[in-house]
């Protein structure tokens, strides 16, 4: 994805509506070139929709809270809503949410205990992160955007704070494995293009079997490091990222 096209999703969603030539004036482009992005563009054309009066929409806002989020997650609320909710209602609640998105909730796999074991791990780290304010934090599991074979999102939990959104990966294993580091960092740069420039997205591999651990690998054929942990230590990643927490 190209700044250009990054410039005008970004300002379709931070906005009530915005006109093609509005847009153009704002990024001091021609119109020639912003209406050939409008109707080419597979973010355009997939998560962004244009009015009777020629405004221009996004489904998902650049905004706090993230309005249309909801409509593709099995769950979305603050983090205040999702620790009010007793696990059995959330899983329900998840469910529920997975159908009106077309997930697979096939539980041949054991699907649903992974959701289970999601949730466990996401309500012991907000009780390790007791005396932090998170109630306005967004929380959202299992986000499947899947409009076209052009855009293609998908995150098991993400949680959103004024700065980060912190994209997390589960696996209930203990082994630090090369293909699941390259998952949980596949798809950051659509999600950094979901939220827009007021926002850094920090992958991180989340182990649920595994215990005290946490570090940092280098993902291969690049210079980057993704961050691993088990869940008893996901906290740490926090207390890094939001400046010294503990």
Not at 26 to 47: F, I, T
Not at 102 to 111: I, P
Not at 217 to 230: A, F, I
Request: hydrophobic share 35%; aromatic share 14%; net charge negative.
């Amino acid at each position: 994805m190209d700044l250009i096209e990054r410039d005008i999703y970004a300002l379709i969603c931070s906005s009530d509506g915005i006109r093609a030539k509005e847009i153009a004036k704002k990024l001091n482009r021609e119109r020639s070139v912003v209406n050939h992005y409008l109707y080419a563009s597979p973010y355009m054309h997939d998560l962004c929709y244009r009015d009777r009066d020629y405004n221009w929409h996004g489904y998902i806002r650049q905004t706090r809270p993230h309005t249309g989020l909801g409509d593709f997650s099995g769950y979305y609320g603050t983090v205040k809503e999702f620790l009010a909710l007793a696990p059995e209602e959330w899983f329900r609640l998840m469910q529920e949410g997975c159908r009106n998105i077309g997930r697979n909730l096939n539980d041949t796999r054991g699907l649903f205990h992974s959701f289970r074991d999601t949730g466990d791990t996401m309500r012991a780290l907000f009780a390790d992160l007791e005396g932090v304010d998170t109630s306005d934090w967004e929380i959202v599991f299992e986000l499947r955007i899947k409009k076209s074979r052009h855009i293609r999102i998908y995150a098991d939990v993400l949680v959103i704070t004024e700065r980060y959104v912190f994209s997390l990966e589960f696996k209930m294993k203990d082994r630090i494995e090369e293909e699941e580091v390259f998952q949980a960092s596949k798809y950051s740069q659509y999600i950094e293009v979901l939220f827009g420039p007021d926002y850094d997205v920090i992958p991180v591999l989340v182990l649920t079997r595994a215990s005290d651990l946490y570090c940092y690998v280098q993902m291969k054929n690049t210079t980057g490091e993704l961050p691993v942990c088990s869940g008893d230590m996901l906290f740490n990643i926090f207390d890094e990222y939001l400046g010294g927490i503990f």
